[in-house]
Structures are given as structure tokens and as C-alpha cells.
């Protein structure tokens, strides 16, 4: 009684709280501070033509650097708690055998979303997404051939090199940044180019080649770690 | 203007279906249910993002949170079962 009584008082003042940022909330009719510079200078500057790309990347770099880090810790704390031995590497998993349409299709779609994933980061300076979608696109062509073939054996040495190469260079290009231009992950350590273009942005296409490689590893490693926990016999 | 409003009608249909899902996720019996609920809730969710022209977060979301989110959701259950029956 008292509970109910206490969760219906918690969602009115949540109620209240909300209402009062709706009825308060006035849209601002044009960019300020710094905003405006991001939308005015923001191409001039940084020479990529996706905005929030320049801003992810070079303006907020740091942050980028956080959040893969978090990713990172993410994925060794799975690893840490799922307590894997090597005896878990000879046993299978028991499954009740996947369909052919499902296998099929997979065969087909796999290279193709993984395709379209590294396009994706290698076109962030240009087109919507970058590093973390491509990333989390190879993902999940990585999950759907694990939906196909539930004992597919994922090569954990690949993994672990192309994360720790990829994390390596971006902290070394955003040194670079502090040696040769205007301070960490500054992105002119490389010519800025023709703007538009694949080669263009400075040092952004291969930041962002090298998160998307990251985060896709990452991710790719969780899914392995979830799928060796299964494995029973 | 005619075209806001079918924007506006599509939008508020997608946002109806995904309370309809939740709701459906937070009742339902069986967890497997509310675990597909849950995937299909991210996926409107990032068709709601792509009509408000977010196509990087829509990506982010229809890949981790429909996709990768429901794999792994169904790998603990399935170990859970393992121990309880």
C-alpha cells in the first residue's frame, strides 16, 4: 500500500516536473554561442562537409576517445564476469539445427552488410554515421552469421590485434595533432583537400576508419564471449 | 502543410505501436515475449529517429538496440533456463 502510494507520488512529481519544462520550453530561433561557431566556421575550419562529424571527431575528439574507452571496458568486464576457461573452446553448442532459408540468406547478406558497414565509416566525413554505426553495422553482420551457424568458430587473435592496432593509431594521430597542429586530435596533421571529396577532412576518414574498426572488434568480441557461454557439451 | 501532417500522423502511429509494445513487454508472461517486444520497440524507435532527421542515431539504434541487444537478451535466457529447469 505504502510502495504504490510512494511509486504514484514519484511519477506525479515526475508529471510535474516534465510539465513544467514543456509549458517553459521556448524553441531558439536561431544558433548561439557555440553552436554558431560549429555552423558557421565548422566547414571552414575542420573541411568536412558532415557537421556532426567535425564535432564528434575533432571539436569533441576527447569525448570520442572516452566513449570507445568505455566500450573497451565494457567488453573486458563481460569477458571478466563470464568466467570462460579453455575447456570451454572443445565443447558445442546444442541447438535445434537452423533453417536453410536463414543460412542461405546469411551466406548472401554477410559480406554485403559488412560492405555497407565500412562504407559507412569510411564515407563518416561525408554522409550520415561514421565510426560507431559502421562499427556496430559489422556488428551485426558478425551476429546474423552467428544466428546461421551457432558453432561458427570467431578467431579471437584477429580480434584482439585489429582493437589494439585501432586504438593505438587514434591515440596517435591525436598526438600527432599536438606535434604537428593545434592540439590533440586536431584533425590538420593531413592536408585538408577538396572539399566533398573521399580524401578530404584531414586526418578524420582515418580516425574514423580506425573507430569503426575498433568498435566493430569490440562488439564482435562481446558477441564471441556470449556465444562461447553457451557452449555446454 | 499537407505534408506535415501526414508526417505528424505516421509518427504518432509509430509512437503509439511502440507504447503498445512496451506495455506488452512489461506484462507479458513469458520473457521471451518481452525481449521481442523490447527489439521492436528499438526498431520503431529508430524509424521515429529517421522521420526527425537522425539517420546516424537510427543506424545506432536498428544495429545495437534491435539487433545486437535482443542476440545477447536471448543468450542469458537461455542460460537461465538452463538453471531453472
Redesign the interface.
Known amino acids: 500500500m505504502l510502495r504504490n502510494l510512494l511509486i504514484s507520488l514519484l511519477l506525479l512529481s515526475f508529471v510535474y516536473i516534465f510539465y513544467n519544462l514543456y509549458v517553459g520550453f521556448t524553441p531558439k530561433t536561431e544558433l548561439d554561442g557555440i553552436a554558431a561557431h560549429y555552423a558557421d566556421k565548422g566547414a571552414a575550419e575542420i573541411g568536412a562537409a558532415n557537421l ?1 562529424t567535425a564535432v564528434v571527431v575533432t571539436y569533441r575528439g576527447f569525448d570520442t576517445l572516452g566513449e570507445v574507452t568505455i566500450l573497451f571496458l565494457t567488453a573486458s568486464i563481460i569477458g571478466f564476469f563470464l568466467k570462460l576457461t579453455e575447456a570451454d573452446e572443445n565443447k558445442v553448442i546444442i541447438h535445434r539445427g537452423t533453417s536453410e532459408l536463414l543460412v542461405t540468406s546469411s551466406n548472401l547478406l554477410v559480406p554485403i552488410i559488412i560492405l555497407f558497414g565500412i562504407y ?1 565509416f569510411m564515407n563518416g566525413h561525408l554522409t ?3 565510426g ?2 559502421g562499427g ?2 559489422i ?2 553482420a558478425v ?1 546474423l552469421a ?2 546461421a551457424n551457432p558453432n561458427m568458430h570467431i578467431n579471437h587473435q584477429i580480434i584482439l590485434w585489429v582493437e589494439s592496432i585501432s586504438g593505438v593509431v587514434f591515440v596517435l594521430i591525436g598526438v600527432l595533432g599536438i606535434l604537428l597542429a593545434g592540439g590533440f586530435l586536431d584533425n590538420r596533421v593531413l592536408p585538408q583537400g577538396q572539399f566533398g571529396t573521399l580524401l578530404s577532412a584531414g586526418a578524420i576518414p582515418i580516425i574514423y576508419s580506425f573507430i569503426g574498426l575498433k568498435v566493430g572488434a569490440e ?1 564482435s568480441n ?2 564471441e564471449k ?2 562461447k ?2 557452449k ?1 557439451s | 502543410m499537407n505534408n506535415e501532417i501526414i508526417y505528424i500522423l505516421i509518427a504518432s502511429f509509430i509512437g503509439l505501436l511502440s507504447f503498445v509494445l512496451a506495455a506488452l513487454a512489461i506484462q507479458s508472461k513469458k520473457l521471451s515475449v518481452a525481449v521481442i517486444a523490447t527489439g521492436v520497440v528499438s526498431l520503431f524507435s529508430s524509424i521515429l529517429f529517421l522521420l526527425m532527421a537522425a539517420p546516424d542515431v537510427a543506424m545506432t539504434e536498428a544495429s545495437i538496440g534491435s539487433g545486437l541487444t535482443t542476440l545477447i537478451y536471448f543468450y542469458v535466457l537461455n542460460k537461465i533456463k538452463k538453471y531453472h529447469a
Do not use: D, R
Request: glycine share 10%.
Open positions: 556532426v559507412v550520415p554515421g561514421g560507431f554505426q556496430a553495422i556488428a551485426s551476429a552467428i544466428l562488439i562481446i558477441l556470449y556465444q557461454s553457451q555446454e
